[in-house]
């Protein structure tokens, strides 16, 4: 069964092997074992538009990479 729910506040944190998403204060932890090297991420609104407020993308550099 869909179900729409509006959030006010909508955080999507993506790495290689785990996806955190925060939802008006409430978080869900998932992990992620994938094959492939990259894959693209997407924003896809099922039977409508997704208006956005304000996206915000950050490059993380790994834990165990040295800095430059």
């Not at 959030?7 to 944190?13: A, D, G, K, P």
């Not at 790495?15 to 925060?22: G, V």
């Not at 997407?42 to 915000?56: D, K, R």
């Amino acid at each position: 069964e869909f179900r729409r729910v509006l959030f006010r506040s909508l955080q999507v944190f993506l790495d290689r092997c785990s996806a955190e998403i925060f939802a008006d204060g409430k978080c869900l932890s998932v992990n992620v074992f994938d094959t492939a090297p990259l894959r693209p991420v997407s924003l896809i609104p099922q039977g409508g538009t997704l208006p956005l407020q304000l996206l915000q993308v950050w490059h993380l550099q790994h834990v165990m990479e040295p800095q430059t």
